[in-house]
Structures are given as C-alpha cells and as structure tokens.
C-alpha cells in the first residue's frame, strides 16, 4: 500500500492536475489539487489547525491522480485533510452525517418506500431539508423499493446449477435499498454464465462517510465489512459488485485511506472485483456467454470516476461492444459533479451541475435514448442533468440476453 | 485483453508512434502513467535549434543540419531515425494535428524564430498558425499584452528582451473584470474564460487604444482552448491586427490543445488510451515480452499485447531515474542503461556548460529500428522498440530538438513494429472493439 503522505514529495508542480480539475474549472472557491493537495500538505502538521478549509471543495472525482505524471495521491490528500478539517471544527456536521448513513436511511424507510418517496419528494419537505439540513432542494435524490434486493434474492425459488463458479455479490446501499432491478440483472448475468451467486452478511463500503470526513464511524463499517467478508474472501470466493465505488472502497479506499494493512483488509481488496471486471475477465478466459441477441441502438457510455479510479480501464466498455447491433459512444467527460454527495449540498449543488453540464451536454447532442453508467449517484445525477434514463452496464447485458425485457423506450429506440 | 501494440507512455514519442501504428490498422492501445509532457511544452515543434549543441548562432535550415549531425553523430536518434523518416513524421503531424483542429506551418528547410515568455526569440521548425505573427517581431511595432490576475507573464519583462534584441514593442495589461471576478487559477481555466464572447470583448475593449497602430498583438497562449480558432479569429477582427500567442509556464495552453487534439485523432482511428496507468512489472517469454502490469486498486493490470513501444520518457518525463548510487535505471521495463560509468562523470564541472551535461544523453541505446539492445549490441527483446527522449545520445535541450526527435523516433519505432506485422496476422485472440 502507497504511503499517502510520503508521495506529496514526488510533486514537481507541472499544473497538469490543475489544468483537470473538474471543481476548480467551475468554482475558484476550490483553489485547485496542487494548491488544496501536495502544497498545503506541508503545513499541516499532527495537532496543528488545519491551515486551510477550501479542501472541503474537493469533491474527490480523482482525475488528478489519474492526470499527475509523478504519482502523488492527491484525492488522498484531500480526504484526510477533510477528516482532520471537521474534527478541527469539533465534529462532523449532521447533514454531513446523514448523507453518510446511506444503510441506516434504507432500514428505516424502505418498509414505509411510499411515505419516505413522498417526504422526499415534494417541495415542502425538500424546501425544509434545504433550510434546516443544506441538503440543496433541485438535488437529484432517489426513490426507495418497496421490496429490497436481500428479500428478493432470498425469496426466489433455489437454482440447481450446474455451476462452474460461484462469487459472492456484494449489492451495496443502492442496489439493496433503491434498484433492486440491478442486482437482479447482475445474477441474471452471471448465472447464465455459470456463475453461481451467494450473498454474504454485508453493509455499507463506508464510502459516504469517507468522503463526508467521519472516518470513525467509516472504520466500525469497515472493520464489520472485514468480519463479514473475510471469511469468504479466505476460502478462495470472489466478491463482485455492481457499484464501482463500493467495490473500490473495499479494493482500495477504506484500508488506505483509514490505514488498514491486516491480512483480512487484504484478503477482501484482492478478492474484490467489479463485475464488468469480473465479466471481462471471464471473456478472456473464454467462458463468457456471447450469445447476445442484437441490441439495435446507439448509447454514451460514461465511465464514472471512481471506475476510473480502479485502474482497470473501461470493461464495460468492451463487454458492450460484443453486441450486436449496439453501438457504444465513450462520454469521453470526466466527470458528472455529483462526488457521490457533493453536488446533493446546497453550497455545492451549483458547482456538481457546472462540472456536469460538458457531459449532459454531449449526451443530450448525441440524440440517443439512454445513457450507461457503472455508478448509481452519477446516474442519478445524468437523469437530473439530461432527462434521459441512464442504466447500469449489467442492464444492458442483460437485455440482450433475453434475461430483461428492455424498457419501452429502448423498443422504440431500437425500431 | 490483447492488443497489436502497447505504446507506454502519451507524450510526443508515443503519441506519434501510436498515431502512426492506429493509422496502419493496428489495435494500438496507449498506457499512461500520467499525462505526457505536451503540457509542459510550448505547443510548437522543435526540430534542431542550434548544432552543434552550444553554438550561438541558431539553426537556420534543420535540413542541412540534421543531416551534418547524423554524419558526425549516427549514434544520435536522429541518425537511428534518419532524415527521410523525420521528414515524414514532421507532415503526418501536421496532417494529425490539422485534423483535431490545429494547424502548423513550416517545413524541414527552415527555422523560425519565436518569441518565448522570457521575450527571446528561439529558432523552431512547425509553428502553430497563432504562434506565426511572431515571427516578425524584429520589423515594424509589436504590442505585448498581460492580463492582470493572470499568473507567471509579465509583459513588461518580455518587451525589455525583445527591446535588447532591438524590437520595438511596449507592454499593456489588460484589467479584465471577468477576471477580477472569477480569479482563474490557472492558464487552462482563463483560456476557457475567454472562449465566451463577451469576455473577448472586455479584453479588446481593455487593448484596443494601445494596440492602435501596432503591426501585430501579442497575448499569452491563453486564447481558448477547444474553440481556439474562434478566439484568435474573433480578437484579429475586433483589434484590426494580426495577433499572436506567447507560450507560458505550465500549464500550457498551446501544449495542452495540442495534446487533446492528438488524443481525440487517436481515438477517432480507433486506438485506445488509458491514462493513470503506470507500468510496474511486465512478463517475458525468452526473448519475448508477452505482457506488462500496470498498478491497479489492489491489483496489477495485465495487458498482453503483440509489440511494444517505449515512449516513457527521460529524467523529467520518469521514464529514467538516476539513483544516488550513480546508477542510471530504465523505470517501465527495466531496460540497460547507457550511462556515464559513475556520478562523477555525470557533470560538466561548468553548470551552464555549452554541450550540456553527459547524464543528460544517458538512455537506451537502439539499433536503426529503434529496438532496444544490451551490452553486446544484441536486441534485448524482438518485440520491444524505443522512441523519445528515453533514448540515449541527444541533449534535447540544448539542442532545441526535443519534439523532432520525438516524432522522428516515434514513427521509426512504429515502423518497426508494423514491418513484422500485417493485418492478416492480428492478434488471435479477438479484441472487442
């Protein structure tokens, strides 16, 4: 693992990363990664104040570790100065607190999904979520499902198999709480692939709350995750997941940033996959499935920043292309705005939408019907910009093979 | 995932070798530590700015000097290349760059003086068509324009070298409220600023007196960056004069576009890039590299590929580092060195000596094609080639000829790769496109 703080020597000040930064390209209220990162590093010091608060303004996209020719974590950087900047001011704030507490807002409201939607969505409620909380009241937010994606899974009838693999599949919040729809597409996927799934004991990555600067609470769930997984992951099992920022925290996030280096974190990061990666794996080993049937349509595909921030180039990208029919369009945009919860506060919900707008922009002047995206709050965020669907990559596989009935607008689309 | 070519690294070299390897029909993909050195560059094409290395007098036809340099120098990478493949590489460039929406000017016959933010005029060989005004600086007026809030230019201290190099030209600084406003913290950010309209006009409204009467304006290469050629177009007709860009202090604009531009043609013909993506360990068969790794999230990313080309660069770009122990080492591959013997041999004892310092042209050393060899001349691997300034025998900055050689060399190296290689022999493994 990469001493984070070790490698703010390697900055040589060349301004590539600032020339990227997608905040710092809307907002001058974030100075930019090698002023926030590499050089106000040096002046903080164990037990000092923190010297600067423009740092919140991060929203953690990391195309500056992407685009940094020398390899300074700046994203890093930034998360831990966060941290230590709401320690500095005696604590997290509580709607930092809540948005971090993805899981905890799917226990409480997915048994009442109607009430909990309609609290959410009307104008009353945002007006107050806004004036009481700063959760800005425009932010795109999520409608809860009824029924879980653990209660669905547990609820349909045993698979005999045969199989030739087995994972272990982690859903994550979203999946579990709000799109069901895509983990069921994701074992639709695999098991006609041979892959048989179990679904381990999880809970949330924890990356909402690393990223919102409470990083105690962030290592009680990623410590239990450990517990849960760790087992799995020693017995050989893969983990897959369908949220590229949960698969990334496990693989990366958590144990670096919350300086993890036991066996157990290990074991889990390197167990850990995202399922196109996973997937595309498969392909190379020829044991995918590519009987798909033709998919006549045009799509952008925008590869999410925290996929970027895997490093494993864009699998999804090469899965989709195996369709017949489709034709795949690369975003080719760094970055949505919405920094998993950044763009939903309301001092930072205009800069998340001026990041974004260059990639509404190029999907609305695409003309096509939908866009894909591996991670949920950008698609949430690419609904909210462009008034399209957006889908998960695993969606689209399994529309074409047969598993999904597309949706009406992509019959349509595809005439 | 197998590729026909894995070109390592997204500078020069290995966008040309890229370029040139895509345009051919070969699966080329391209692995970047990072983003190259375009955006530390000044966006124009160097070729071979004074030979030999310290001499005052520039170059005047690169031509005839990178001829004289590849008889007294074969081992240079020039002399590898040669000068019938430089020629080449210099007019696929431009035709590459002109289709992501650049255009250069200028041949191998002649060099050009430019003027640089330290207000020097330095021989270069392709001009961006907004760098070309500047040329002319040594007749008629020239007005020099900074925009206040605008870091690192500073007009006055260019026009006080153009006048010690007997220009006539004054200074004027442009208060921009926009800019007030929005404090742009960097090159990129007020080149975008200024691809609005009405922004534009507040920086002809805040010049148009001075510039009155000059025979050509020039600003820091801030003027847009995807609608670039609007910019300099619109400010022409509002100023009534030919306008030119100065290159800056990194970021650079000109270097950057320059890049995007590239990157956009490559992908248009197919290629693919993946930045962030640092080489760290790599897989032989024999004589044979089958595969590198790159680092991932808790992982390394295999990538398999037919050939590959090293484009890493030298001690800036990180594809060399010397180490305290006077060892030279090759970072991606792990490729032989040629170096001076020990740290004593590295500097001229001189800082600013003419011919620069000898560490300074430690690299690999190839063979005509650009494949790497070892010790006793042999090729190290057959599917391996180098381009750019990893290469061994140039002192690039002194010799004013940092991007020619990449592009030179970067060509070289894709032939190569493409002279063992024809559709027919794709790699088996399908490649999903």
């Known amino acids: ?415 | 995932m197998i590729y026909d070519v894995l070109v390592i690294g997204a500078g020069f070299a290995g966008l040309s070798a890229a370029l040139h390897a895509a345009q051919s029909g070969a699966r080329t993909e391209i692995l970047a530590k990072g983003i190259g050195s375009t955006h530390w560059a000044a966006g124009w094409v160097d070729v071979l700015g004074y030979w030999p290395a310290g001499s005052a007098e520039p170059v005047v036809s690169p031509r005839d000097a990178v001829r004289q340099l590849i008889v007294e120098r074969p081992e240079h990478p020039y002399g590898r290349a040669g000068i019938e493949v430089l020629d080449h590489a210099l007019s696929a460039f431009c035709a590459h760059a002109a289709a992501g929406g650049l255009v250069y000017d200028g041949t191998l016959d002649r060099n050009v003086l430019l003027v640089t933010p330290a207000g020097v005029r330095r021989p270069t060989c392709l001009v961006p068509r907004a760098m070309a005004a500047a040329a002319g600086v040594a007749d008629g007026k020239t007005v020099v324009v900074g925009i206040a809030g605008m870091r690192d230019f500073y007009p006055e201290y260019v026009v006080a070298n153009l006048q010690a190099q007997g220009c006539a030209a004054t200074p004027v600084i442009a208060d921009m409220p926009s800019v007030r406003t929005r404090r742009p913290q960097t090159t990129v950010i007020l080149a975008m600023m200024l691809e609005d309209r009405a922004v534009r006009d507040e920086l002809i409204r805040g010049i148009a007196s001075a510039a009155r009467g000059a025979d050509r304006v020039g600003f820091p290469a801030v003027l847009g960056v995807g609608r670039h050629r609007e910019v300099t177009e619109d400010l022409e007709r509002g100023l009534g004069v030919p306008v030119f860009e100065i290159p800056t202090l990194p970021p650079s604009v000109s270097g950057y576009r320059l890049f995007e531009a590239l990157r956009r043609r490559f992908v248009e013909l197919g290629g693919r890039i993946t930045i962030g993506a640092e080489v760290v360990t790599r897989w032989a068969d024999g004589d044979r590299l089958v595969g590198v790794g790159t680092e991932a999230a808790a992982r390394t990313q295999r990538h398999s590929a037919g050939a590959f080309v090293v484009a890493t660069g030298g001690f800036l770009g990180g594809g060399l580092v010397a180490a305290p122990d006077g060892g030279v080492r090759e970072t991606a591959l792990g490729l032989p060195v040629q170096a001076p013997p020990d740290r004593s041999s590295w500097f001229d004892p001189r800082v600013l000596a003419p011919q620069g310092h000898a560490v300074f042209r430690a690299g690999l050393a190839v063979n005509g094609e650009m494949q790497p060899l070892d010790a006793r001349g042999a090729a190290v691997y057959r599917n391996v080639w180098a381009a750019g300034s990893v290469l061994a025998g140039a002192n690039e900055w002194r010799e004013k000829s940092h991007e020619g050689l990449a592009l030179a060399t970067g060509e070289q190296a894709a032939r190569g790769v493409l002279a063992g290689w024809d559709a027919s022999q794709r790699s088996e493994t399908d490649v999903p496109r």
């Open chain 1, 1 to 415: 693992m990469t001493d984070v703080e070790a490698t703010l020597d390697r900055c040589i000040k060349c301004n590539i990363c600032m020339s990227y930064c997608p905040p710092a390209r809307v907002t001058d209220l974030f100075p930019g990664p090698k002023y926030a990162g590499p050089q106000a590093q040096r002046f903080r010091v164990a037990r000092a104040p923190s010297p600067d608060a423009s740092v919140d303004y991060c929203n953690g996209c990391r195309v500056c570790n992407l685009v940094c020719p020398t390899g300074v974590r700046i994203a890093e950087l930034n998360a831990r100065a966060r941290a230590k900047l709401y320690e500095d001011r005696g604590g997290v704030p509580l709607r930092n607190r809540m948005l971090g507490r993805s899981e905890l807002m799917g226990r409480l409201a997915h048994p009442v999904a109607p009430i909990a939607n309609w609290m959410l969505h009307n104008a009353v409620s945002r007006a107050a979520a806004e004036a009481l909380l700063g959760v800005d009241r425009r932010a795109p937010l999520p409608r809860f499902s009824r029924q879980t994606f653990v209660e669905w899974f547990r609820h349909r009838p045993a698979r005999p198999g045969p199989w030739r693999r087995r994972v272990a599949y982690f859903h994550g919040c979203a999946t579990n709480y709000y799109e069901p729809w895509v983990g069921q597409a994701a074992v639709g996927v695999l098991e006609r692939n041979g892959v048989e799934v179990t679904v381990p004991l999880q809970n949330c990555c924890a990356l909402p709350m690393l990223s919102n600067g409470e990083f105690g609470a962030a290592r009680r769930y990623y410590d239990s995750n450990l517990t849960k997984l760790g087992s799995t992951a020693e017995a050989g099992c893969e983990i897959v997941g369908t949220s590229t920022s949960c698969t990334l925290t496990l693989k990366e996030e958590a144990p670096e940033l919350l300086g993890v280096t036991s066996p157990a974190a290990e074991r889990v990061a390197s167990a850990t996959n995202d399922l196109c990666e996973y997937l595309l794996r498969l392909y190379d080993a020829g044991e995918l499935d590519t009987g798909f049937q033709a998919l006549p349509l045009m799509i952008v595909y925008h590869a999410p920043c925290q996929l970027n921030a895997h490093r494993i180039g864009h699998p999804a990208v090469d899965l989709m292309r195996l369709i017949p029919g489709l034709t795949v369009i690369e975003s080719e945009q760094p970055c949505c705005g919405i920094g998993g919860t950044y763009g939903l506060k309301k001092e930072k919900y205009a800069i998340g939408m001026g990041v974004g707008q260059p990639l509404f922009d190029r999907i609305k002047d695409s003309g096509v019907p939908l866009s894909v995206c591996d991670s949920e709050t950008c698609r949430w965020q690419i609904v909210h910009g462009t008034g399209r669907p957006s889908v998960h990559p695993v969606q689209v596989l399994a529309w074409a093979y047969g598993i999904v009935e597309p949706p009406p607008y992509i019959r349509q689309a595809s005439v």
